[in-house]
């Protein structure tokens, strides 16, 4: 029987990228989007996720269970602290795409930089961080890096030039203090090839995030 995974996603240009990380990662697996930027929309205009974006994500994950989902994946970091709230009233897996990617920074270094671009994100992404810290029995130190004017750059004035050099801006003054770098948007994704002088490893969480279905869904390694 075809596995299923929903992917409740905050952003309504993510939904490409995770089709073909899904076709990548998990090619007998099927794919079920469910989107709603409002849930973005609001945690930026309120600096944090709010009590009623936590409650929007439960009806989705609870549709999410009733459409028959073998496992739910959250794609967005700005709001990945529901997921704690939600996980114990589900009987699927309910997991966080930047998971993987917190624990592999924590395995790599101590002093660890989170990079972020959207203000709802800093404190979800550092505290995630944190607590993969705390559960590997390891002090580590985490940097909050805000990219001021990265967001707007890229969504409001479509200028993926400007966002992109206010980020790598960022993480290269980063890479000189700390072991690991953590790039806590997926939009940053496409950052990567651009990094090649950056001495410090350079985390993203899409392709990790993706593939850690693998094993929650009990499937073999590619």
Known sequence: MTKKVAVIHTFLYSVEEFKALFKKYLPEAEMINIIDDSLLAESLANKKRTEGVTQRMALYAFAAQSLGADAILNQCSSVAGAVDLIQPMLKIPYVKVDQPMAEEAVRLGTKIAVIATAISTVEPSSQLVEAMGRRAGKEVSVSRCYCEGAYDALLKEGDQAKHNAIVID??????ETHDVI??????MY????????VSKPVLTSLESGVAQLRGV????PL
């Open 182 to 187: 953590v790039l806590a948007q997926g939009s």
């Open 190 to 197: 496409k950052l990567l090839p651009l990094l090649s002088d």
């Open 170 to 175: 960022n993480i290269k003054k980063a890479a």
């Open 217 to 220: 869904l009990g499937l073999p």
